[in-house]
């Protein structure tokens, strides 16, 4: 029998292409492969044994086949990236605290609103099964914060924290240290609740929780850099590749604080874009037209339009708790991949002649119902004593991400 060459290379390329199959099937046993978190096969890719695939089977090795990160509620998704942080506006108080750097932020999630008055009643409602009456009266708020010996707000001690009107307002008077104890009893009290609805055996240690892809990851304050980066949103501002049409001074755009769009999801042409003090006086503006800055307090949590991230009130309304202890240069001296200062390295205190600078003062972002513009800026920062609490200083949690793919 006689073959074209046309022919010949037709029956070549078949050989070729049943080879091909024959030899990719030797080499594919079942349950062997490319594998991935959420694809894991059925057998170890090492050892050739068996999975088990049953969260409570104690015999066989447990294989997830979802690593897929639960994250709690409240949480909104922040994809970190490369940015420009530290002020871009005058530095009108000379602090030089937080000059320009680019750092990359890894991806995490963020409290899309500041915790509320309902949030933290809640979590004393549950303290109160656990500790003593003397424990429990030193996580509650002060009330005084609202006090003062020259203005009349004495009655907000009684009502600001308490009357369900001022529910959905954010919690005050709050220190960062009672902020964090919210934040690890969150962690404990959400990772009960996904055991009892996925019927996780309460044996399960943390460790083979996370195993199993179904642990959540602990609530905590967000690190300065991570606030930061979350306020400012510059997501909203990209186009073509890795490409930035511009920056941002406060987390929408433009240079002022009213809305100079008149879109729906950012509200009407004009309004304000936060709750803030507009002057020396002035807190909400005058009767009968105030827009919708009415508030002379805080305000309602989801008041205002949310920035590029969904995340609401990252200026004004409330300032914010965040981890890190404050030092003047912690531009300069930190990673420039997640940063973050967790104390006083390569910036002790005693460089400093004043003795404010401890490891127990720690910065706050944000601005808030009683400060100026100037404030409302993410690059700009303010410190206290982590045991102190005020009226405008309130605080979100935050969470890693985790997983494959960080999502």
């Given at each position: 029998?006689?073959?074209?060459?046309?022919?010949?290379?037709?029956?070549?390329?078949?050989?070729m292409i049943v080879g091909?199959?024959?030899?990719?099937?030797?080499?594919?046993?079942?349950?062997?492969?490319?594998?991935?978190?959420?694809?894991?096969?059925?057998?170890?890719?090492?050892?050739?044994?068996?999975?088990?695939?049953?969260?409570?089977?104690?015999?066989?090795?447990?294989?997830?086949?979802?690593?897929?990160?639960?994250?709690?509620?409240?949480?909104?998704?922040?994809?970190?990236?490369?940015?420009?942080?530290?002020?871009?506006?005058?530095?009108?108080?000379?602090?030089?605290?937080?000059?320009?750097?680019?750092?990359?932020?890894?991806?995490?999630?963020?409290?899309?609103?500041?915790?509320?008055?309902?949030?933290?009643?809640?979590?004393?409602?549950?303290?109160?099964?656990?500790?003593?009456?003397?424990?429990?009266?030193?996580?509650?708020?002060?009330?005084?914060?609202?006090?003062?010996?020259?203005?009349?707000?004495?009655?907000?001690?009684?009502?600001?924290?308490?009357?369900?009107?001022?529910?959905?307002?954010?919690?005050?008077?709050?220190?960062?240290?009672?902020?964090?104890?919210?934040?690890?009893?969150?962690?404990?009290?959400?990772?009960?609740?996904?055991?009892?609805?996925?019927?996780?055996?309460?044996?399960?240690?943390?460790?083979?929780?996370?195993?199993?892809?179904?642990?959540?990851?602990?609530?905590?304050?967000?690190?300065?850099?991570?606030?930061?980066?979350?306020?400012?949103?510059?997501?909203?501002?990209?186009?073509?590749?890795?490409?930035?049409?511009?920056?941002?001074?406060?987390?929408?755009?433009?240079?002022?604080?009213?809305?100079?769009?008149?879109?729906?999801?950012?509200?009407?042409?004009?309004?304000?874009?936060?709750?803030?003090?507009?002057?020396?006086?002035?807190?909400?503006?005058?009767?009968?037209?105030?827009?919708n800055d009415g508030e002379?307090?805080?305000?309602?949590?989801?008041?205002?339009?949310?920035?590029?991230?969904?995340?609401?009130?990252?200026?004004?309304?409330?300032?914010?708790?965040?981890?890190?202890?404050?030092?003047?240069?912690?531009?300069?001296?930190?990673?420039?991949?997640?940063?973050?200062?967790?104390?006083?390295?390569?910036?002790?205190?005693?460089?400093?002649?004043?003795?404010?600078?401890?490891?127990?003062?720690?910065?706050?972002?944000?601005?808030?119902?009683?400060?100026?513009?100037?404030?409302?800026?993410?690059?700009?920062?303010?410190?206290?004593?982590?045991?102190?609490?005020?009226?405008?200083?309130?605080?979100?949690?935050?969470?890693?991400?985790?997983?494959?793919?960080?999502?």
């Amino acid at each position: 029998m006689r073959f074209s060459n046309k022919s010949y290379g037709i029956w070549a390329a078949a050989l070729m292409i049943v080879g091909g199959s024959l030899l990719s099937s030797c080499n594919k046993t079942p349950g062997y492969g490319r594998r991935t978190a959420n694809n894991p096969g059925k057998k170890s890719a090492t050892t050739g044994a068996e999975f088990s695939f049953e969260e409570n089977d104690s015999t066989n090795f447990f294989v997830a086949k979802n690593a897929e990160q639960i994250p709690g509620p409240n949480l909104k998704f922040i994809q970190g990236g490369r940015a420009v942080l530290g002020s871009q506006e005058e530095d009108v108080m000379a602090f030089r605290d937080n000059l320009e750097r680019t750092i990359t932020v890894a991806n995490f999630y963020l409290d899309e609103t500041e915790i509320t008055n309902n949030d933290f009643r809640e979590f004393l409602f549950d303290m109160k099964k656990r500790v003593s009456a003397d424990s429990l009266a030193n996580l509650e708020p002060r009330e005084d914060v609202w006090g003062g010996a020259l203005s009349f707000n004495d009655m907000y001690q009684s009502y600001y924290f308490r009357f369900p009107g001022f529910n959905f307002y954010p919690v005050a008077g709050v220190s960062w240290q009672q902020a964090n104890t919210y934040a690890k009893w969150r962690t404990e009290y959400v990772q009960e609740l996904i055991r009892e609805e996925r019927g996780i055996d309460s044996s399960f240690t943390k460790s083979q929780l996370i195993e199993r892809g179904v642990a959540l990851a602990d609530y905590r304050l967000p690190s300065e850099a991570e606030w930061e980066y979350a306020a400012k949103a510059m997501i909203g501002t990209q186009y073509l590749d890795e490409n930035q049409e511009y920056g941002r001074i406060y987390p929408w755009d433009g240079r002022g604080v009213r809305n100079p769009y008149n879109v729906k999801r950012k509200g009407k042409q004009g309004d304000f874009l936060a709750n803030f003090k507009r002057g020396r006086g002035d807190y909400g503006g005058i009767s009968g037209n105030q827009r919708n800055d009415g508030e002379i307090l805080p305000t309602n949590v989801y008041d205002m339009a949310p920035n590029d991230f969904g995340l609401y009130h990252m200026a004004g309304n409330m300032n914010e708790w965040v981890y890190d202890v404050y030092r003047p240069l912690t531009y300069q001296d930190a990673d420039d991949l997640n940063p973050v200062r967790k104390d006083g390295y390569q910036d002790e205190a005693e460089n400093y002649e004043i003795s404010k600078f401890s490891d127990e003062i720690r910065v706050y972002k944000g601005g808030s119902w009683r400060d100026v513009t100037y404030w409302l800026a993410p690059g700009t920062r303010r410190f206290m004593h982590q045991d102190s609490a005020t009226n405008h200083i309130g605080f979100r949690c935050a969470m890693i991400s985790i997983g494959e793919k960080g999502k």
